[in-house]
């Protein structure tokens, strides 16, 4: 977003805004954001005319208006940056794109190479975007996400051949310069010899250093490439000119040195040293890579005369049926028809085991069908399938910003021109200070310092942990929306559970059922009933009855928390739990109430059906406590985490299920909205609160809670709002999760401190610091193959998160 100088008028879409109240609330909240100078509300055109001081203040404005409940129609893409070599350009193409009219948010990710930005479709599009970043030396790859994969796997394969045979061919070149340079400098014809090897290694190997230093300079910037082309263009040019005039040093009573072996030899470094680099960087999405390599490029349909067609994954449409043979993967998400077989889903839940699939059982793109055969029909096709998602979560999260990266960015941005400065100072203290050699030895300083100065390791030190620990995840059936959330999990010290889904098989089935006075009428009234609920004990009472129901109700209303209500022959029939009924003043005979104890005794659920009078009936509904439940609170307990556990069901049956699986804190009928409360106590008592739940009714405490995490089994709802997704909905992930937190945040506390104290260190030394104590002066070369490794082996400390358990 442009800083408004002009103060032109900025026009957010907005979306949800119906009434002149609406517009009022929009407007007032507006008046709360620091910056905007003026602002209306035009119902007519859905858009808010704004008018702001400053690139901060439009983000703030969208985030506000979301807030209060409505929408602004904003675009959200990912595009990869090409042409950035070091952290510092990876700042340099964020601000360029921030500052753009109508950008509400951008980041740019070194590690991953990718811009995430949000802008307004009405003031910007990727295109200018694209024109903006290529004013500034780089570009950005805006094809269609489909093409822009291969795109980039080809670009990037290209570039890494073709920085292969520059570093080999720099170190070969290098080689003799250094042995002349080290060991027969008075040799006949040494200089000239030295210097014909260095030029093409600084020229023509080396040519993209000072071509991007140009491009930069030209836009008043400076990257790592600034440091490189200044390092070693000054060395070479102070090299030839005392090839070329030795004379004007050896009236002086001083040695024409010269230093082509330095020049070259740093160049073949840092050359080797992002040969390395991108290697590694390539494994640290390997995660994506192998999510991606799970789906076909073909499938077989069946046509409607029954024959079978090979078709590209790309021509698949909903309602195709598609055929899987033994040991194929399958193509997209969808429904079984026909056949049956064992499917291989660990790709989705992290779990061995495979999975019987019959008729109307779903399967999902990217698992591995086994030794049957079977057809199904497409459900969900293209960026629709559940790995689709999945890869497209992963690829946001591994490019989006742990708060700690933060830092380290505005760090970023000024340590080149920081380095600059020092390298400058070390010149003139070395030439006020340094005697007969002062001139000769602060030049050499000065490129030492320029050298070895690393932003690249700083910058790479975050993102590379964060695409390790969310590709580690996602491989294991942990998806991790951002960066924030598996920074934040290590700090949990409090995890409320839903029972139903989370803790329990969320399978309930219906294993009694008592009636006051059993009849035909009030049975298809409570089926009715039940088949218009969306609850999943409602699902368990029509399965137990049977999906026959003809009778027609009115005025349906389900009442969250407590169950549902309907009219049939204008008298009113409510089923749901106790409080529906103390609520409505409905009576419950003795015989009932005996025998809803007895089943709540046996930590069974119990839910009524009445009319507005006396209850007719009451089922006992059992829900399965999941095998690896009790392992899981076990592993969370003894990490020091305190565990509650709400649901809406009974006392009894709460206090049943607490005590099998061993939880001390518990709240039985518990509303929906009661749930984000008890987050936002637990809050107020200084607690890091990880929510855990599957359902609609678990999304507001979700939202509230610090760290959201839902079961991949339950609501798309509950999904959508969760920073985290454990895929198989098997509890015993969390702890897993947890500790995936823990080693991500220290594996970037590790990289953060390598690469704050080797640069710490490294430059007071590169300026000759220990010189008075004990005469050492780094040599340039060194300086350079150490500043080459320092980016190396950050990235190799995030990989070995990889061999971590």
């Known amino acids: 977003m442009a800083t408004n100088n002009n103060k032109e008028i900025i026009y957010l879409p907005l979306e949800g805004v119906e009434s002149e109240h609406c517009a009022l609330i929009v407007e007032k909240g507006l008046a709360h954001v620091e910056g905007i100078e003026t602002h209306k509300v035009e119902l007519n055109n859905q858009r808010a005319a704004i008018t702001v001081t400053n690139e901060e203040v439009l983000a703030n404005a969208v985030t506000t208006i979301k807030d209060l409940g409505y929408g602004v129609t904003t675009v959200k893409k990912v595009f990869p940056v090409l042409g950035m070599t070091c952290a510092s350009c990876a700042g340099s ?34 295109t200018k975007l694209q024109k903006a970043v290529q004013g500034a030396g780089y570009d950005l790859l805006i094809e269609e996400e489909t093409k822009q994969q291969e795109t980039l796997e080809a670009i990037h394969e290209k570039k890494f051949k073709q920085l292969k045979t520059k570093t080999m061919w720099s170190v070969i070149l290098s080689l003799p310069v250094v042995v002349i340079g080290m060991f027969f400098m008075n040799m006949p014809y040494a200089n000239p010899i030295m210097w014909a090897f260095s030029t093409p290694v600084l020229l023509w190997f080396g040519k993209d250093f000072f071509i991007n230093a140009w491009k930069q300079a030209k836009h008043r910037s400076a990257n790592m490439d600034t440091l490189v082309a200044l390092s070693t263009g000054i060395a070479y040019i102070f090299s030839v000119f005392n090839m070329l005039f030795p004379k004007f040093w050896e009236s002086r009573g001083l040695e024409a040195h010269v ?28 995660a994506i890579k192998k999510l991606m390599g799970l789906q076909p490029k073909t499938v077989i349909v069946i046509q409607p005369d029954g024959t079978e067609k090979q078709t590209a994954i790309e021509e698949v449409n909903v309602g195709d049926t598609i055929l899987v043979k033994p040991g194929e993967k399958i193509a997209v998400d969808g429904m079984v028809t026909t056949g049956s077989s064992y499917v291989d889903e660990s790709m989705l839940s992290g779990e061995p085991v495979p999975v019987l699939k019959e008729e109307n059982e779903k399967v999902f793109a990217g698992t591995i069908n086994q030794k049957g055969s079977f057809q199904f029909k497409a459900v969900k096709v293209g960026k629709e399938t559940m790995l689709a998602q999945i890869i497209k979560m992963v690829q946001d999260a591994q490019g989006s910003k742990a708060p700690v990266q933060k830092l380290v960015d505005k760090i970023a941005s000024i340590f080149v021109p920081v380095v600059m400065s020092i390298a400058v100072i070390t010149f003139i203290i070395w030439f006020i200070l340094g005697g007969d050699n002062g001139v000769v030895q602060g ?60 803790i329990t098989e969320g399978k309930p089935e219906v294993t009694g059922i008592s009636w006051l006075q059993n009849n035909d009428t009030a049975k298809n009234i409570l089926l009715s009933i039940e088949k218009k609920s969306e609850h999943p004990l409602a699902e368990a009472v029509v399965k137990f009855l049977g999906d026959t129901a003809t009778t027609t109700l009115t005025n349906f209303d389900s009442i969250t928390g407590k169950g549902a209500k309907a009219d049939y022959n204008e008298e009113t029939f409510f089923v749901g739990n106790k409080k529906l009924l103390a609520e409505n003043n409905i009576s419950i005979a003795d015989e009932l109430i005996k025998q809803a104890n007895k089943w709540s005794k046996q930590a069974k659920t119990v839910i009524w059906f009445a009319n507005n009078k006396e209850a007719l009936s009451v089922l006992a509904i059992s829900d399965k406590i999941k095998e690896t439940s009790v392992q899981a609170i076990k592993e969370l307990q003894a990490m020091d985490i305190e565990l509650y556990m709400l649901t809406g069901d009974n006392e009894a049956t709460a206090k049943s299920i607490a005590e099998e699986t061993g939880i001390q804190h518990y709240k039985a009928e518990v509303l929906p909205q009661h749930k984000a409360d008890f987050v936002k106590e637990l809050q107020q008592q200084g607690k890091t609160v990880a929510m855990v739940g599957d359902g609609i009714n678990d999304s507001t405490a979700l939202a509230t809670a610090d760290v959201s995490i839902a079961m991949g089994k339950g609501s798309d709802i509950a999904m959508d709002v969760a920073k985290m997704t454990i895929i198989s909905s098997d509890l015993s992930k969390i702890p897993q999760a947890i500790k995936l937190s823990k080693q991500t945040v220290a594996t970037i506390k590790q990289n953060l401190f390598w690469a704050f104290i080797y640069n710490l260190i490294g430059i007071p030394i590169a300026a000759g610091i220990l010189y008075p104590f004990n005469g050492f002066l780094l040599n340039p070369m060194i300086a350079g193959a150490a500043m080459a490794m320092s980016s190396v082996s950050v990235v190799s400390n995030s990989l070995r998160l990889k061999w971590k358990k």
């Open 93 to 126: 193409a964020e601000s360029i794109v921030s500052y753009e009219p109508g950008v509400v948010n951008a980041s740019v990710n070194f590690a991953n190479g990718n811009l995430t930005v949000e802008y307004l479709p009405n003031m910007t599009n990727a």
């Open 259 to 286: 230093y082509f072996e330095a020049a070259s030899v740093i160049i073949a470094f840092i050359l080797l040293g992002k040969l390395l680099e991108e290697k590694a960087k390539g494994n640290t999405s390997s």
């Open 443 to 502: 030049l050499l300083a000065a490129i030492t310092v320029l050298v070895i100065a690393c932003p690249c390791a700083l910058g790479l030190a975050t993102p590379t942990a964060i695409m390790v620990g969310v590709g580690k995840g996602a491989e294991n059936g942990i998806l991790i929306k951002d960066a924030e959330s598996l920074e934040s999990a290590k700090k949990v010290n409090a995890i409320i559970l839903d029972k139903t889904g989370t």
